[in-house]
């Protein structure tokens, strides 16, 4: 791997070989995506959470931190719904690939029709240098 352990890959990576189960992996990805530590990595938790918030909106109850930014995550009391654990474990090896192949954590597609953040970044500046050409 071309970077350290993280909280969330170990959490991946459990839960893709059956030794974490969803409620706990949707913790750890929340609790990244949502807390301080995951800055620079939401782009690529997006999809996971999206799925996460689709199967069961309000599974993860946020809180306010007293004396810094950011968010308590807690697990509410349910469970994830097993119909929706193969597209979570889709996700979840997306993500997990993504990283090994180019050592950077890309958004997964999302239905191919919407452009991710940095290809509207790279877009919008070849607008700029091709107008003023």
Do not use: C, W
């Amino acid at each position: 791997m071309p970077f350290g352990s993280s909280p969330v890959r170990d959490a991946l990576e459990s839960y893709l070989a059956g030794r974490v189960t969803a409620e706990r992996l949707v913790i750890a990805v929340a609790a990244a995506y949502y807390g301080n530590e995951g800055r620079g990595m939401r782009d690529g938790l997006g999809p996971l959470i999206e799925i996460i918030d689709r199967a069961s909106p309000g599974i993860v109850e946020l809180g306010s931190v007293t004396g810094e930014p950011g968010f308590d995550v807690r697990l509410a009391e349910r469970r994830f719904p097993r119909q929706h654990e193969a597209d979570l474990r889709r996700a979840a090896e997306a993500y997990l690939a993504s990283e090994r192949t180019t050592g950077v954590i890309t958004p997964l597609a999302r239905g191919a029709t919407s452009p991710g953040m940095l290809a509207r970044i790279v877009g919008a500046i070849r607008r700029l240098f091709s107008a003023s050409a």
